[in-house]
C-alpha cells in the first residue's frame, strides 16, 4: 500500500504542477500508463524493493524541470532537486540520470548552475544521513563489505551484451532481434526529435546521455537498473507526432500485455502459507544452533528472503542476520525456492559474507521447496 500511496500521491501532485499545460499533462499520463502495465515494473513492486519507488520521483524531477525551463524560480529548483536525490537515494542505478541531469543543467540553467548544485548536494547529504549514522554504529560494516569483499564478477561483460540486456528489459518480447529493433527505433526517434523545435527537447537529450552513461559504465544492466531509462523512454514517447505515437505506443502494449505475460501474473502460488510454515517448523525444532539464511530462486533475483526469514523466526529457529552479524553463526540455509543451489558454484552476496563453507545437508519440503544447510569453514 506504501508504494501505490507514494505513486498515486505524486501522480496527482504532477497533475496539479501541470495543470495549466497540456502537453506536460500529456507526457505525465502516457509515462505513468506504460509504467503502470510494464513487466519489470509489476514483477519487481512483489517485493519490498527500493528501485521500484524511484520512477515517481524521477518523472517529478522531469516535471519540475520542464516547468523551471519557462519559470526559474527557487520552489521548481528545490523540488527538482529534492526529487533527483530522493531518486538517487533509493537505488545509485540512477546516478547515470543524475550526472547527464548535472551536465545538461550547466548549459540550460548557466546563471544558476551554483545553486542547484547547492540543492543537490545539500539534499543528498541530509537524505543519506541515516545510512552515515548506521555506518558509524555497525563500525562502517557496508564500506568494509565492499572493500574486503570486492566488486561483484562481472561476467559476459560486453557493449553488445549491454544491449541485449537492456533491450531485453526495456522492451520485453522474447525475440532479442524485435528488443534490439523497436529500441533502436526509439533512439532514431529520439534524434529525430532534437532537430525538430520543441521547448520539451531537454528530454529526448537526457534519454541519451543517460543510456550512453548506463551503456558506458563498466557494470552488468540487471532488471532494477531500467526505471531511469524506462522513464525518458516513456516521456519521449509522449512528445511524438501522434501518427508515430498511437503505433508505438500500441507496440509497447503488445509486448507488456501479451497473453503469456498476464498469465504469469495470475498463476498460483507454488505453494500454501501455511505449508510453507510446516516445513520451517519441522526444520527448526531439529536444528538449534544460530544459523543464517538466504534464498537461491529461478521466479526473481534476489537472495535477502525477508519473508523466509520471517517464518524461520516465527518457527523457532535462532537466525542471525548475515547484513549485520556476520560472526553470530556458522551455519547458513540456503532456501532453494523454485531454484537449485549447486554448493561451491552458485555465488551471490549473501554467500560471499558468509565466506567459504561446506555442504552438510538437504531438507526437501514439496512443492518446489528445498533448504540446504551449509557450515562455515
Excluded at 56 to 69: G, M, T, Y
Excluded at 150 to 172: C, D, P
Amino acid at each position: 500500500y506504501t508504494t501505490a500511496f507514494i505513486y498515486i500521491f505524486i501522480f496527482l501532485f504532477c497533475l496539479y504542477l501541470s495543470r495549466k499545460n497540456s502537453n506536460l499533462l500529456k507526457t505525465i499520463f502516457v509515462t505513468f500508463f506504460l509504467f503502470a502495465i510494464h513487466p519489470q515494473f509489476i514483477i519487481q513492486n512483489r517485493y519490498i524493493w527500493n528501485p521500484s519507488l524511484a520512477p515517481p520521483f524521477l518523472l517529478l524531477s522531469l516535471v519540475c524541470l520542464l516547468l523551471a525551463q519557462t519559470n526559474i524560480n527557487n520552489k521548481y529548483l528545490a523540488l527538482l532537486c529534492l526529487s533527483i536525490s530522493i531518486a538517487v537515494s533509493l537505488t545509485y542505478s540512477v546516478a547515470p540520470f543524475l550526472i547527464a541531469f548535472i551536465i545538461l543543467s550547466y548549459f540550460y540553467f548557466k546563471k544558476h548552475f551554483f545553486k542547484i548544485l547547492i540543492y543537490l548536494f545539500s539534499s543528498l547529504v541530509l537524505l543519506n544521513l541515516p545510512t552515515v549514522f548506521f555506518e558509524l554504529r555497525h563500525g562502517f560494516l557496508l564500506t568494509k563489505n565492499l572493500f574486503n569483499k570486492g566488486a561483484e564478477t562481472q561476467t559476459n561483460f560486453s557493449f553488445t551484451n549491454q544491449i541485449q540486456n537492456l533491450a531485453k528489459y526495456t522492451i520485453s518480447f522474447q525475440s532479442t532481434l524485435a528488443n534490439i529493433s523497436i529500441l533502436l527505433t526509439i533512439l532514431i526517434l529520439s534524434f529525430y526529435l532534437l532537430k525538430q523545435k520543441n521547448k520539451y527537447k531537454i528530454i529526448p537529450q537526457l534519454f541519451l546521455l543517460t543510456l550512453l552513461l548506463t551503456l558506458l559504465t563498466p557494470i552488468n544492466i540487471r532488471a532494477h537498473y531500467i526505471f531511469a531509462l524506462l522513464v525518458f523512454i516513456f516521456a519521449t514517447i509522449s512528445l511524438l507526432p501522434k501518427l508515430i505515437f498511437v503505433p508505438l505506443t500500441i507496440v509497447l502494449m503488445l509486448s507488456f500485455l501479451k497473453p503469456s505475460q498476464l498469465q504469469s501474473y495470475f498463476s498460483p502460488a507454488p505453494r500454501t502459507y501455511q505449508q510453507t510454515l510446516s516445513c520451517y517448523q519441522q526444520i527448526c525444532a531439529d536444528f538449534k544452533k544460530p544459523v543464517f539464511s538466504a534464498v537461491q530462486s529461478d521466479l526473481h533475483p534476489y537472495h535477502h528472503g525477508p519473508e523466509h526469514r520471517y517464518l524461520l523466526k516465527v518457527s523457532g529457529c535462532d537466525l542471525k542476520e548475515i547484513e549485520t552479524e556476520p560472526t553470530q553463526a556458522n551455519h547458513m540455509f540456503i532456501i532453494e525456492d523454485s531454484g537449485t543451489f549447486t554448493p561451491q558454484q552458485t555465488k551471490f552476496y549473501e554467500l560471499s559474507l558468509f565466506g567459504d563453507y561446506q555442504f552438510i545437508n538437504s531438507f526437501e519440503c514439496p512443492p518446489n521447496l528445498k533448504i540446504s544447510l551449509i557450515e562455515k569453514l
